[in-house]
């Protein structure tokens, strides 16, 4: 296994098809909130939209999970999926309405549910179990990183655009090129023969039989905190509930995005050392806190205190997540596992923007946060009582 710059090759240059594409990603992101209300959008809508867009990556996940392990093919899909977002996001400059956004979002979104579990596989596969933690670490501070610059860049030229989000939308579209060339250099990585001890194996399925006891609980446990994390579009409406000029909902997210890339690293790298499954709790209980902060919030500063909590969660728990379902299923098994690891937190996203999106538009922000809250305590006593990735070392399972 090669290294470039200290880091294996693979994971050095997947992490740069993230950097690039959530720079182009996030850029639109930041700014989708505002551009929605700007047509009308309500709260319910946004919740929807970006729930039901989570909803369909993450089932295409497991679809593309399987097809993965199938082929035992990583790198194609991967950029399939990845030229499918990319192309999606120069029509966004002609869109005329929420609808037409919500089409686009929905085919942006089946792009990312082709291409990340066989990346993430892809990535798992080309390191030792050892460095999984710190490699998935990397890999998501790059993407962080990415999602840094694309709020960044956005808040500092949308002046000179005269505020024309559309314009930007053409700049992040060029941007996510960069991201398809950034994985010449990705190289496939062999992968063992699959013992077809079951023949059901070949046939796709949403069921969970040839996943491990300890695998299926955690699913559970991220499905049911996912109940009540509402998308971070739905929070940066708070900007509006406190008086805030719509303008500051970029800085609020580039905020959010900044402590999850100073971050992401570090927790990777105590995961290693200290076990995934703590690290995920401590990130559980940051989220908590975050939106306790945000449903008190009665200033800009004290808004931004909670998404600084947001950005520490998704720190914690968006590699290392990944980190520990790739040591709970077996080998033959990584793409299919990271799928329905996605498929339950776009399920559970569906649901709480639904939910959170309805109430937040019927009763208002603070019941919406506090069915939130509730949600995500219940999701962290789950995950505190399973015995699993306790272990400092990496976990054995099925005797690999």
């Known amino acids: 296994m090669k290294k470039f710059l200290g880091i294996y090759v693979n994971v050095f240059f997947l992490g740069l098809v993230s950097l690039f594409n959530d720079f182009s990603a996030e850029m639109i992101f930041s700014v ?49 999926g990845y030229s499918l977002s990319v192309s999606t996001r120069w029509v966004l400059y002609f869109v005329g309405n929420i609808w037409s956004i919500f089409f686009l979002r929905a085919i942006d979104r089946v792009g990312k549910g082709f291409r990340e579990s066989p990346r993430d596989a892809l990535l798992a596969e080309s390191v030792p179990k050892s460095d999984r933690g710190k490699s998935f670490g990397f890999q998501r501070a790059m993407d962080a990183f990415g999602g840094i610059l694309g709020p960044a860049i956005a808040v500092l030229i949308l002046p000179f655009l005269g505020g024309n989000y559309r314009n930007l939308f053409l700049i992040a579209f060029v941007v996510g090129i960069f991201a398809l060339l950034s994985f010449l250099p990705v190289k496939e990585v062999a992968i063992k023969e699959i013992n077809l001890k079951n023949k059901d194996y070949k046939k ?123 040591k709970l299923v077996s080998e033959d098994s990584q793409a299919s596992g990271q799928g329905f690891l996605g498929a339950s937190s776009g399920l559970s996203s569906l649901f709480a923007g639904l939910i959170g999106g309805y109430i937040w538009t019927k009763v208002g922000s603070y019941s919406a946060l506090n069915y939130s809250i509730i949600l995500m305590i219940l999701g962290i006593w789950i995950l505190a009582n399973l015995r699993i990735g306790t272990e400092s070392k990496p976990m054995q399972v099925n005797g690999n």
């Open 32 to 80: 989708m909130p505002a551009f929605l209300i700007s047509l009308g959008a309500t709260p319910i809508f946004i919740g929807f939209l970006e729930g039901f867009a989570d909803a369909v990556a993450s089932f295409l996940k497991i679809y593309s999970g399987w097809l993965s392990d199938k082929l035992k093919k990583r790198k194609i899909i991967s950029i399939l």
């Open 204 to 326: 796709f399925t949403f069921r969970t039989d040839g996943f491990t006891t300890e695998f299926r609980q955690y699913i559970f446990s991220i499905f049911i905190f996912g109940l009540g994390f509402m998308p971070v579009s739905l929070l940066l409406i708070r900007v509006l509930d406190l008086g805030l000029d719509i303008k500051l909902m970029p800085l609020v997210y580039l905020i959010y995005s900044s402590a999850f890339a100073i971050f992401a690293i570090p927790f990777g790298r105590l995961s290693d050392e200290f076990g995934e499954k703590i690290v995920i709790i401590g990130g559980f209980a940051s989220a908590i806190i975050g939106l306790l902060i945000i449903r008190d919030a009665s200033s800009l500063y004290t808004l931004i205190a909670g998404f600084i909590f947001l950005g520490i969660y998704s720190a914690m728990t968006n590699g290392v997540s990944r980190s520990l379902a790739s």
